[in-house]
T-cell receptor, first 113, second 108 residues
Framework: GAGVSQTPSNKVTEKGKYVELRCDPI?????LYWYRQSLGQGPEFLIY????????DSGLPNDRFFAVRPEGSVSTLKIQRTERGDSAVYLC???????????FGNGTRLTVT | KQEVTQIPAALSVPEGENLVLNCSFT??????LQWFRQDPGKGLTSLLL?????REQTSGRLNASLDKSSGRSTLYIAASQPGDSATYLC???????FGGGTRVLVKP
């Protein structure tokens, strides 16, 4: 596609439920990043993939958060046992290679009630 | 650990005035730095990427400078317009770290 696509654009879930957020990067981009952004703050790094492997997952807040990129293209961020504090906009970005310019999707707004 | 700071958090200027947005970082061993614009409820739009070997980068009314020794980057927007109203974010890409952003309002 022409840009990074994230689905759904909005997700409302109840506390304790499981959610999956999807990211379709720009075709040919080997690097993929997940960030989380709370209102009025800058994006907070979660995890970075180079190809199929997680090159850096140091930003994942705890073991309820997990992400995969099985074929080196689409990535899914998975959150188990959601908590109200997980409510935020989850942003995905891709780049042609590490240290190349980042291209962001429009994000998924997650609300945990 | 790299820390990126943007001060002020918010800025209001009359139309036509030049904008100067600041970005400070603590670790000068950066590879590159990227400036973004974010409109409310939207993702981030890339404005400029400046490599560590460059001193500045220009695109239209935008100019970004980089001074690694002082740990600073500055984004200049000439002759501001109401359409420039947005939040501007800087990021040290190689260290995966963003600043908190500067929210800009250009008043007609």
């Amino acid at each position: 596609g022409a840009g990074v696509s994230q689905t759904p654009s909005n997700k409302v879930t109840e506390k304790g439920k499981y959610v999956e957020l999807r990211c379709d990067p720009i075709s040919g981009h080997t690097a993929l990043y997940w960030y989380r952004q709370s209102l009025g703050q800058g994006p907070e790094f979660l995890i970075y993939f180079q190809g199929t492997g997680a090159a850096d997952d140091s930003g994942l807040p705890n073991d309820r958060f997990f992400a995969v990129r099985p074929e080196g293209s689409v990535s899914t961020l998975k959150i188990q046992r959601t908590e109200r504090g997980d409510s935020a906009v989850y942003l995905c970005a891709s780049s042609l290679s590490p240290n190349s310019p980042l291209h962001f999707g429009n994000g998924t707004r997650l609300t945990v009630t | 650990k790299q820390e990126v700071t943007q001060i002020p958090a918010a800025l209001s200027v009359p139309e036509g005035e030049n904008l100067v947005l600041n970005c400070s970082f603590t670790d000068s061993a950066i590879y590159n730095l990227q400036w973004f614009r974010q409109d409310p409820g939207k993702g981030l739009t890339s404005l400029l990427l400046i490599q560590s070997s460059q001193r500045e980068q220009t695109s239209g009314r935008l100019n970004a400078s980089l001074d690694k020794s002082s740990g600073r980057s500055t984004l200049y927007i000439a002759a501001s317009q109401p359409g420039d109203s947005a939040t501007y974010l800087c990021a040290v890409i190689s260290m995966l770290t963003f600043g908190g952003g500067t929210r800009v309002l250009v008043k007609p």
